[in-house]
């Protein structure tokens, strides 16, 4: 029925939780997955002066989020192998990971997103949405949603 599952993923408990139910998921369906992290995009926080941006402080900003980024999809890819399961892995850049899910779920063809219920806590979570009740509203591939 399902051929390829993407698994998103931003490294908390609950979020590891729902990789691991996709991978056995997988499994059990003979799919294959496709593990994705988004690292924000760099930003630069101006007070009331002028503030020069050195292009070494991005690029390693930039660098250290891909690299935690990569550790982690390692690690899940890792985790799907011994399970017998293929997996590919992909890091991408937004400030808008539902926009990023939405869109990789339809590059890679996707035919379930199963992610988890939520990945922040407190009152960035409030503030700034869900990105999994993003997703639920904007995609047109089916989500699958682990609590």
């Known amino acids: 029925m399902f051929k390829n599952i993407l698994l998103p993923t931003d490294g908390s408990k609950l979020s590891s939780k729902a990789v691991k139910l996709g991978i056995d998921f997988a499994k059990n369906t003979k799919a294959r997955v496709t ?22 402080l991005k690029k390693r900003f930039e660098d250290e989020g891909r690299a935690r980024a990569q550790n982690m999809l390692n690690d899940i890819a890792k985790q799907a192998r011994a399970r017998g399961v293929r997996c590919t892995t992909l890091c991408a850049a937004s400030d808008l990971p539902y926009q990023q899910i939405i869109s990789v779920a339809r590059k890679k063809k ?29 995609s047109k591939v089916p989500v699958l949603i682990v609590r």
């Open 35 to 56: 593990a994705m992290h988004v690292v924000p995009e760099f930003a630069l926080m101006v007070d009331d002066g002028l503030t020069m941006l050195s292009p070494a």
């Open 110 to 138: 996707c035919d379930l997103i199963m992610m988890a219920s939520h990945g922040r806590r407190g009152l960035s979570s409030l503030l700034l949405g869900s990105e999994t009740a993003k997703v639920l509203l904007h």
